[in-house]
C-alpha cells in the first residue's frame, strides 16, 4: 500500500476491546474510528451534571489516550446532544446553554488529542434544529455551545 493510503474501520463501539489488538500488532496507516455520544445510554440517562462534565472530559479522554498509544484514532461520530434527564436538573435556559457550551469546550479539548474528529451532523433542517439541540454543527456555532473558529 501506498504511504498516502489509509485504512480506517470502526470500533464497533467497543474501544476499550482493541487495545490488545494494536498493541499486539504494528500495523501502519490504519486508524480507529470510534463514535463518542453522551445521550443514547441508560447510564447516560441517569448522570447528574457533575457526572456528565466528567464523561465529556476525563472518562473520555482516558478511554481514547489508552488505545491511541496503539493506533491513530478518529471520533468519527460525535454531538452535543445532552440526555433531557439531565437537561430537566437545570431550572432555566440560561444554564442549559452555559451546559452546552461546556460540554463542547471539554469535547473539543479532548478529542483534540486524537487524530481527527467529525460532527455529526453539519446542518440540520430549521424544524430539527429546534426539537434537537445539540445536534447541529452550523447551530450549535451560532449559538455559542462550539468555538466560531477551531484550533488546529
Known amino acids: 500500500l501506498s504511504k498516502d493510503v489509509y485504512v480506517v474501520f470502526h470500533d464497533g463501539f467497543r474501544l476499550d ?3 490488545q489488538f494494536f498493541n499486539e500488532n504494528h ?4 486508524i480507529l474510528d470510534t463514535h463518542m455520544y453522551q445521550v443514547f445510554s441508560y447510564n447516560d440517562a441517569r448522570r447528574n451534571i457533575d457526572e456528565l462534565l466528567l464523561k465529556v472530559s ?8 489508552e488505545v491511541n498509544q496503539y493506533v491513530d484514532i478518529v471520533v468519527g461520530e460525535w454531538s452535543l446532544g445532552i440526555h433531557k434527564n439531565t437537561l430537566d ?3 432555566n435556559e440560561v444554564d442549559k446553554n452555559n451546559l452546552y457550551k461546556e460540554v463542547g469546550n471539554r469535547l473539543l479539548t ?4 486524537v ?5 455529526w ?3 440540520l433542517s430549521e424544524e430539527s434544529t429546534k426539537n434537537k439541540i445539540g445536534w447541529s454543527f452550523v447551530d450549535n456555532v451560532q449559538q455559542g455551545f462550539l468555538p466560531k473558529k477551531m484550533k488546529e
Open 115 to 119: 487524530r481527527g474528529w467529525f460532527f
Open 89 to 91: 436538573l437545570l431550572e
Open 27 to 30: 500495523f501502519e496507516n490504519v
Open 17 to 19: 476491546k482493541w487495545k
Open 110 to 113: 479532548t478529542f483534540g488529542q
Open 121 to 123: 451532523n453539519y446542518k
Open 58 to 65: 476525563e472518562q473520555r479522554s482516558r478511554e481514547l489516550m
